[in-house]
């Protein structure tokens, strides 16, 4: 046997009880979300293909919807839910909320579309030449964060789409949330891999998120908590991981299913004001919102 094949053999041995460890570990950690409620929308606007999900406070809550294509913005009040759709020019792949506006990034489009104002109007939001939008999310401070897929970089934006700074990441980014002290944490598939990286774009720690079954986790969605935890939507296992700021596992979220609170193919989340996470229920159709059962961290 040559070198290389017992050096490969070596390494799955060492690998695969590590890995099969881990996913033990995670089958036994504490639940800590429950489910609170959960939005398909009206018989004029159900929803039907959510991919992501934005709020511009804890009474309005917007999906971006696929088989539209169009914004879905639920808006709460008296107990009930009134909804209404935006349509976009394009399949949307990502939506943020960036303190003044719903921005969406569009599938195969050069440009982002914008979202404001009491009538909900779209306007497009150029980017620098070349960019192919990936997911996005609001950044500290005013601005966004958004991956260029055909560079291989996160962008830093100014609210006009001009480019601010860049941060070369190598993978398959699926998940991209900014950091509480800048930076930001980027998600990776086929990895398992999550990675922060600093303000000025270095790389402080690389996280591995624990898998469930045969597949290996796939990071969808990301929220950083008020006390450091980061929690993250596992699209393959259909949960939420919760790790502390060290990368430890804290606990998980749902599993997958079909019943409430429960989900199927999770692709993107948010954290509301109040301190409960939305999350978009891509397999199941509906929007469904969860409370920590822990009490960590304080809304």
């Known amino acids: 046997m040559s070198q290389r094949g017992t050096w490969r053999r070596c390494l799955i041995a060492w690998l695969l009880p590590a890995m099969a460890a881990t996913a033990a570990a995670a089958q036994r950690a504490p639940r800590v979300l429950a489910a609170d409620s959960a939005l398909e929308g009206s018989r004029a606007v159900e929803l039907r293909w959510p991919v992501a999900v934005a709020a511009a406070s804890s009474l309005e809550i917007a999906v971006a919807d696929a088989w539209g294509p169009r914004l879905v913005i639920f808006t709460t009040a ?81 609210a006009a789409g001009a480019q601010r700074g860049e941060t070369m990441v190598a993978g398959h980014l699926t998940a991209l949330v900014a950091g509480a002290g800048g930076g930001f944490y980027a998600g990776f598939a086929g990895l398992a891999e999550i990675r922060r990286y600093g303000p000025d774009g270095s790389l402080l720690a690389t996280w591995t998120v624990p898998g469930e079954g045969p597949l290996a986790a796939w990071p969808s ?79």
């Open 78 to 158: 008296a107990g009930s839910a009134q909804t209404r759709a935006v349509d976009l020019p394009a399949s949307p792949l990502d939506v943020a909320f960036d303190g003044e506006r719903y921005v969406v990034a569009l599938r195969g489009r050069g440009a982002l579309v914008t979202v404001e104002g009491p009538d909900f109007e779209p306007r497009s939001l150029g980017l620098p030449a070349g960019v192919v939008p990936g997911p996005l999310a609001a950044a500290p401070g005013g601005g966004l964060l958004l991956y260029d897929a055909a560079g291989g970089r996160v962008l830093t934006l100014d």
């Open 221 to 299: 969605g990301m929220v950083v908590e008020p006390g450091g935890d980061l929690l993250i939507a596992d699209r393959h296992a259909g949960r939420i991981v919760v790790l502390d700021a060290a990368g430890r596992l804290v606990g998980v979220g749902s599993r997958r299913g079909w019943d409430a609170g429960q989900l199927l193919e999770p692709a993107g989340m948010t954290r509301l004001p109040d301190g409960r996470l939305a999350v978009a229920d891509q397999g199941n159709g509906r929007l469904q919102i969860f409370r920590r059962l822990d009490g960590r961290p304080a809304p």
